[in-house]
């Protein structure tokens, strides 16, 4: 996006505000960001806001103290931070409002499959094939793409380079995980009757 030049540039130091003044501005812009941001905002990002060497997770750490009590907060998802609701109030705002369309309505196969492209990507078709023992379905894969789950990974070197599958950055903040690391291990999902995919 083109800068508009009428637009003053912003004074990242703020030299002339004193340094608690300045610290509380820095916080304020942070959460100006997160609440125009509709997906999570990674570190480098939010660093272009406030004063050069400024510790972004500290300001971080300090916003979400200021907002301790309120009805949403600051939670580190994928790779970075996003505002959200917190989540004692979903049934509030849930009836209080329709946006119910935000809710996955997953079926449990479905669940299954995402789970084994969660664990198993880059992973094909018939990757997922070995795995279920049967032909996944293209409108499977096209139901979960749709929702931004999947996304197209890189081709497999095999003969033909089928596509492979990997999981997006909205299926980390769907499944509230700050990266595919945070996944339940699979001998905990064994254990827990489960299965692993």
């Known amino acids: 996006m083109a800068k508009d030049h009428n637009e003053p540039d912003l004074d990242r130091e703020l030299e002339d505000l004193p ?4 610290w509380r501005e820095w916080m304020r812009r942070i959460e100006a960001v997160l609440f125009a941001s509709a997906s ?3 570190r480098e990002d939010l660093a272009r806001v406030v004063g050069q060497g400024v510790s972004v997770d500290l300001l971080i750490d300090d916003l979400m103290a200021d907002l301790e009590g309120r009805s949403f907060e600051v939670a580190k998802v994928a790779a970075g931070w996003m505002l ?3 989540p004692a109030y979903a049934v509030a705002i ?4 329709d946006v119910g ?6 079926r449990e196969y479905d669940v299954a499959v995402l789970a084994a492209i969660a664990y198993h990507q880059p992973i094909t078709r018939d990757g997922l094939k070995d795995i279920f023992g049967k032909e996944i379905s ?10 931004g789950l999947i996304g197209t990974g ?3 070197p095999r003969r033909g380079a089928p596509y492979t599958y990997v999981t997006t950055e909205k299926f980390l903040v769907a499944f509230d ?14 254990d827990a009757g489960l299965g692993a995919a």
Request: proline share 11%; no cysteine.
């Open 19 to 22: 340094p608690d003044l300045r």
């Open 101 to 106: 369309d935000q809710d996955l309505h997953l």
């Open 177 to 190: 995980l700050v990266s595919l690391q945070d996944l339940p291990d699979r001998e905990q999902l064994e």
């Open 154 to 156: 890189p081709r497999s």
């Open 94 to 97: 849930r009836t209080a409002a």
């Open 138 to 147: 293209r409108d499977l894969i096209g139901r979960l793409h749709g929702r």
């Open 84 to 86: 959200r609701t917190r």
């Open 40 to 42: 999570p905002v990674p």
